[in-house]
């Protein structure tokens, strides 16, 4: 199943002499359980892509399908609610919340949702998995660049997302960090079958995705799969 679909969606940024075309035309199919990494030069539209799939700001035209619902015919209060519970975002630094323990940064998106039970089981289960249940009573503060994005991806997990976005998420990490978060993120994709869109300007990781999506100048101009899979990959 088509987890994501893009149909011709395009942004343009400013008024008049002022325009950027940040995306355009952009036809675009993820399948559940991809892990799609997207790469591209500075500039070239890989977070206005990521912020539009997550509702974050919407496409000046065309329509983002996110489980076969339009995402802009929801109202501002259905987006909020769709989008805590089907995506989870992963920035390059990090956004915790720095007066709050690991514990209390991972449960946040969590104590939003005011009709959902918190799963502490699951909270553990996720703390320990990514390796920072020991630190769950420290600071980010008190924490290296590699234990505050697991705590970051740990907080995006949290809700279970459907998709899971990430704009560099190992974008500040040494290399040996790159690969543990790397790994972690397959992890996670595989045993919750979550399906990960990763912006990363490291074409090297991105070989090791399911799928490398190339973006210029606001255009993919290639994306293909490395196993068949139903739809076709949209190049403008
Ligand atoms: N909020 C904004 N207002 C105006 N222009 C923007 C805004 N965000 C991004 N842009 C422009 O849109 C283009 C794509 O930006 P972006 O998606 O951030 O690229 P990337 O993430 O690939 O570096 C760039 O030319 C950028 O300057
Ligand atoms: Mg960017």
New binding site residues.
């Given amino acids: 199943m088509s987890i994501l679909k893009l149909q011709n969606v395009e942004k343009i ?2 008024e008049k002499e002022n325009q ?1 075309k ?1 995306l355009r035309k952009i036809d675009l199919q993820v399948e559940e359980g991809e892990f799609v990494a997207v790469v ?1 030069t ?8 990521l912020n539009l799939i997550g509702g974050l700001d919407n496409p000046t035209q065309g329509k983002i399908f996110i489980k076969n619902r339009e995402v802009g015919s929801l109202s501002r209060k259905e987006l909020t609610i769709f989008r805590r519970r089907n995506i989870g975002f992963v920035f390059q630094n990090y956004s915790l919340m720095p007066v709050l323990n690991v514990y209390d940064n991972v449960a946040l998106p969590l104590t939003f949702d005011k009709g959902k039970h918190i799963n502490r089981k699951y909270i553990e289960e996720l703390l320990r998995e990514l390796g920072i249940w020991e630190k769950r009573k420290k600071y980010p503060n008190e924490l290296s660049g590699g234990q505050q994005q697991r705590v970051a991806i740990a907080r995006a997990l949290a809700n279970k997302p459907a998709i899971l976005l990430a704009d560099e998420p190992t974008g500040n990490l040494d290399s040996a960090t790159t690969v543990e978060v790397m790994g972690l993120l397959k992890a996670s994709c595989k045993k919750y079958r979550q399906t990960i869109i990763m ?1 990363t300007h490291n074409e090297a990781i991105a070989q090791t995705c399911d799928r490398v999506i190339h ?1 210029e100048d606001g255009c993919i101009v290639t994306g293909n799969r490395r196993f068949p899979a139903k739809g076709g990959d949209g190049i403008c």
Avoid: E, N
């Fill in positions: 940024y400013g950027v940040a591209g500075s500039g070239s539209g890989k977070s206005t892509l912006v973006i």
